[in-house]
């Protein structure tokens, strides 16, 4: 059973950090690209990121500079490192998941066809 479990979520100041991770079970990445979007209060979702099975990132301009994302094969787990956190980046934050192929640098542009539970991710002073 295709699985994916996010946790980093929580409290932090403007300019601090979190990491958030995607865990994934019943698939690999090698075949699945993963994409991390956010939802705030009274907002549609939005993408924020996303890494394709090659390993190809892919960033909203909201947040290019400030969060990275990546892939660790072996322990089958997607990162979000964030950083210089706004305000305005808070919101739940899901990952996503879609098959793709082995290794290839797209996948990031089609819906997503499985949802982890969600994060809480709130930056205030």
């Known amino acids: 059973q295709l699985q994916l479990v996010e946790s980093g979520g929580g409290l932090v100041q403007p300019g601090g950090s979190l990491r958030l991770s995607c865990a994934a079970s019943?698939?690999?990445?090698?075949?699945?690209?993963v994409g991390w979007f956010r939802q705030a209060p009274g907002k549609e979702r939005e993408g924020v990121s996303c890494i394709s099975s090659g390993g190809v990132p892919n960033y909203a301009d909201s947040v290019k500079g400030r969060f990275t994302i990546s892939s660790d094969y072996a322990k089958n787990t997607v990162y979000l490192q964030m950083n210089s956190l706004k305000p305005e980046d808070t919101a739940v934050y899901y990952c996503?998941?879609?098959?793709?192929?082995?290794?290839?640098?797209?996948?990031?542009?089609?819906?997503?066809?499985?949802w982890g539970q969600g994060t809480q991710v709130t930056v205030t002073p």
């Open positions: 019943g698939f690999t990445l090698d075949y699945y690209a």
């Open positions: 996503a998941t879609r098959k793709t192929g082995y290794r290839t640098g797209f996948g990031c542009e089609a819906q997503f066809d499985y």
